[in-house]
């Protein structure tokens, strides 16, 4: 029997979605619940099963094309799978497969091809004109053969013209909305961490032990940012209309930069966290969003935002507001610099901040003294414990 593979519902004010992935071509056995393709939203990537044990009799939406809910995307002819399939099914599943309208005998046979940790458009580009993977330096994370390494061995044109994924249209959507919409100012101070580091350093195996993480240093961050938000409540404020909407909790961002685009999964009433709880659901986030397993609400209801440009090497930015939101907080890299400590020059690990804000509700005294509360809770951690 013949079972529709269809669009789940989709996750409200989003109307479709794009075909991303295919994990499986026509003919290929699947099993219940084993991912068949990802459909990909504006903010999240949506993972569809298969509905039976059996067979993928045909695919009828391709890849790139776009989808509404309930939609039909395949059939799945249902029966029992071979044992031998289902011992192969053990190993590792969902290595994507790129589709198109009818799969060629090429597509059909580039699992034959011994490519070691390749992607799929570079395996077959490797199987179609018969290079091995011996012959490629994988420029990829972890040494994985790109696409553009295999071109470059083949001596094929290196120039590709591939549409934007539907995340990174609605980033460009949202930067541009920002750029034309809000007032954006930025203000700079710098931090002395020290202080900070020498707690994570002094507390470091003890704080591993009770709470199975390590002490990171962006939940400092969220910390100073929360204290700071309240003592500042208009940094925490948003323009709906001709209002501004003053938000009675602190909803942090935190930006994270994924293979498809940045998303900024939110911590929602961080005045309630302790570092730890910030600590793990950082990590959980990062996790899902580089899986693409991040839901809808867990990217809603922010009120700031904190981006890291310094852990890809960023001195000094100007990051762009992640609007409705207000204000956003940029943090740097961290570089011993010589500063005057009580009249003497010493080397301090220094890190330049970066506070871009909404000029038409927020004044430049309150965005300054914002900046500094931030730099004062960071350089003495004390405040924090006791609401100073």
Known sequence: MSIEVKVPVLPESVTDATVATWYKQP?????????????????VVLEVPAPADGVLKSIE????????????????????????????????????????PAATPAAQTIGAVNTGSASPSASRIMHEEGIDASQVQGSGRGGRITKPDVMQVANMPMEERVPMSRLRQRIAERMIDAQSTAAMLTSFNE????????????????FIQKHGIKLGLMSFFVKAATEALRKFPIINASIEGTDVVYHSQQNIGIAVATERGLVVPVLRNTATMSLADVDVAIRDYAVAANAGKLAMDDLQGGTFTITNGGSFGSLMST???????????????IKERPVVIDGEIVARPMMFLALTYDHRIIDGKDAVLFL????????????????L
């Open 191 to 206: 931090v002395d961490l020290k202080a900070v580091m020498d707690i994570r350093r002094k507390y470091k195996e003890e």
């Open 27 to 43: 003919g290929d056995f699947v099993r219940r619940d084993e991912n068949l393709v990802d459909l990909e939203t504006d903010k």
């Open 372 to 387: 500094v509360a931030i730099k004062e809770a960071l350089e003495d951690p004390s405040r924090m414990l006791l609401n």
């Open 61 to 100: 939406v391709d890849s790139g094309e776009t989808v509404e809910a309930n939609a039909i995307l395949a059939f799945v002819e249902e029966g029992e799978i071979p044992a031998e399939e289902k011992k192969e099914s053990v190993a590792p599943q969902n290595k994507p497969t790129e589709t198109a």
């Open 319 to 333: 990051p762009i507001l992640n609007m409705p939101q207000s204000a956003i907080l940029g943090m740097h890299t």
